[in-house]
């Protein structure tokens, strides 16, 4: 874990866009699989 | 197509034109012209990697595989975000940091000038090749759907983008890009808005009738490495595939590089991850809605208007006959459909569905009849005679309203355009930076070099409008060059892996290469089954392997990545 008073700005805004990217894709992934279970 | 939708397709190429020319302004040097002074936002470059990834052939053949064969083919984009997020970590920061201009330059900072002119080289080899395969695809298509000689319509696509290329450069390129962008996305959402109004059932029946049909089975959990779209495929092969694309070919290195900072750099292919797979979504339900209206309305036999009036010409009966067949297959289909959607009661509907399916099998039957007779008819070979490119183009031309077509045609030509761009920009950045200034002329003045690289431009530009018109003809030996291609693409790869490595030596790098490039090869001939996603992994991992194998037998000093 690295010390939290490490992180820089940039780096924090990176962490906060690769959660945002990640949960996105999670969600995409959700509903593709849920109108697989509703249409196929 | 009316006059209008022809106008709003020259509107847009003089504008793409003419933006792109008064791009040149301010560009006096070589850091300008093929890096934007590294000072593009963010935003702009991510729309530029997106645009540089989307071809015509993205426009016209994924929607039409997502008409004929649904939406699995998503799943090959599945290892784009983890591979966006692990070159953000890894290998941008280090292509950032060192200042370069190609890709393969920190290659010879990190090992020596050997590594870094072969991937160069087989860079250009094959970029050189499949650029003229972006300019070929639509322009084979329009020539079979208006009746052009494909010497003109390659000239619509590639002409235009050859002259905003080399005067404006990379500003020119991925202001374009940014524009561009914006024309796809409005006309694709433009095309599902006007599919989910023009539909004669409502767009839960739609998929439930494409689902029938086999059409929404978005995810393949077996694994079997024959297969191309499978779920593990397209995560772990897609990842390798997509880290090799994104992180060492040059056509996306350069994007990045030119944002303001590493940062901002990652911002933008952290942007493409984030839009990549719902845009990809988005293009193939199109295709599926495209099937469920040609389920109600009645399409042609053959989508090829070109061999159709070929077979028609050389056998009209057997045509007719099949025709024929065709008519009453689809009319039990449309009828199947119907009744499948009005099916409420849970019994019924099964039923329907069961009777729906057949049908569509009845109508495939006659489809697949049709394709033996075009082959049998013009000689050709199956992979030629698929009209899968053709399912779009012919429902754009037929079926949109006044102005829509025109906007529909120009996001094909706007996808053919930026792509081919974004590579003659980077192979004229590679033959300039790692080839002419690196073994010609070392030492020559900032002009000099400028006025090099608009002619590497207007002579990539040249060479792939050659390579488009003679698609037909060199249609084995770009198959050849693709499948070369692919042999190198996962071991380039693991060329710029081991450049991170403090451990490995140039001699390793060197004969990992040859060794990967071996390794895939003798997979490709040895198991043609194997699908080519898994190339990318088998090279990689090889090259990596022999790699720090032989780094570690020799002692020189540590070579660290800077």
């Known amino acids: 874990m690295s010390d939290p008073a490490s992180i820089t700005p940039a780096q924090s805004q990176f962490r906060h866009t690769l959660i945002t990217v990640m949960s996105m894709q999670l969600f995409t992934l959700l509903l593709l699989a849920l109108i697989q279970l509703r249409y196929n | ?562």
Not at chain 2, 161 to 186: C, F, H, R, S
Not at chain 2, 271 to 283: D, N
Request: with cysteine; aromatic share 12%.
């Open chain 2, 1 to 562: 197509m009316s006059a209008l939708d022809w106008l709003i397709v020259a509107a847009y190429l003089i504008y793409v034109v003419s933006d792109g020319v008064r791009r040149a302004k301010g560009t006096h040097h070589i850091e300008g012209y093929f890096l934007a002074n590294r000072n593009l936002p963010w935003w702009a470059v991510g729309l530029s990697v997106m645009a540089t990834q989307l071809s015509a052939i993205t426009m016209i053949g994924t929607t039409g595989q997502g008409a004929t064969d649904g939406m699995r083919f998503i799943q090959f984009y599945f290892g784009l975000p983890v591979a966006m997020v692990i070159l953000g970590v890894t290998l941008v920061p280090f292509l950032h940091r060192a200042k370069v201009f190609t890709a393969y330059e920190y290659l010879e900072r990190r090992f020596d000038a050997k590594t870094r002119s072969f991937t160069a080289l087989l860079f250009l080899m094959s970029r050189g090749m499949s650029c003229g395969t972006i300019v070929a695809a639509p322009g084979v298509v329009f020539s079979a759907i208006f009746g052009w000689d494909l010497y003109w319509a390659v000239a619509l696509i590639g002409v235009p983008t050859v002259i905003y290329t080399m005067i404006g450069g990379v500003q020119a390129v991925t202001w374009a890009d940014v524009k561009q962008m914006v024309l796809i996305v409005t006309a694709l959402l433009a095309m599902v808005t006007f599919l989910l109004f023009t539909l004669p059932v409502n767009p839960d029946d739609a998929l439930r009738i494409a689902g029938a049909a086999g059409r929404m089975r978005v995810f393949d959990f077996s694994f079997n490495v024959n297969q191309t779209y499978t779920f593990w495929s397209g995560v772990i092969g897609g990842t390798f595939l997509m880290l090799s694309y994104f992180g060492t070919d040059q056509s996306q290195a350069q994007r990045y590089l030119t944002a303001r900072s590493t940062d901002e750099a990652r911002s933008a292919l952290l942007m493409s991850a984030y839009w990549k797979i719902p845009l990809q979504a988005l293009i193939l339900i199109i295709g599926v809605l495209i099937f469920v209206f040609f389920v109600f309305r009645t399409p042609p036999l053959l989508f090829n208007p070109a061999q159709e009036r070929t077979v028609r010409a050389a056998d009209s009966a057997s045509l007719a006959a099949l025709e024929t067949r065709y008519a009453s297959a689809l009319a039990e289909r449309r009828t199947a459909a119907q009744q499948f959607a009005d099916a409420s009661e849970a019994g019924a509907a099964a039923q329907a569905r069961e009777a729906f399916r057949a049908s569509e099998n009845a109508v495939s039957a006659v489809r697949s009849d049709a394709q033996a007779l075009t082959m049998r008819v013009t000689g050709r070979s199956e992979r030629e005679v698929r009209d899968v490119n053709y399912i779009i183009p012919h429902f754009v031309l037929t079926v949109l309203p006044l102005g829509f077509a025109g906007i529909f045609i120009a996001a094909i030509m706007a996808a053919a355009m930026s792509a081919t761009a974004a590579e003659l920009n980077s192979l004229s950045t590679a033959t300039v930076i790692d080839f002419y200034k690196r073994w010609i002329k070392p030492e020559g003045s900032d002009a000099h070099y400028l006025r090099v690289s608009k002619i590497a431009t207007g002579f990539w530009g040249l060479f792939a409008c050659i390579v488009a018109t003679q698609a037909a003809t060199l249609g084995s030996l770009i198959e050849v060059v693709n499948r070369f291609g692919s042999f190198f693409y996962g071991s380039i790869l693991g060329v710029f892996l081991l450049a991170m490595i403090p451990r490995a030596r140039a001699r390793g790098a060197f004969i990992g290469l040859l060794a990967g490039m071996t390794a895939v090869a003798s997979v490709n001939f040895g198991a043609p089954s194997v699908s080519f996603l898994w190339h990318n992994v088998i090279g990689a991992v090889t090259v990596v392997a022999v790699g720090l194998l032989l780094s570690l037998g020799q002692h020189l000093p540590s070579a660290e990545p800077r």
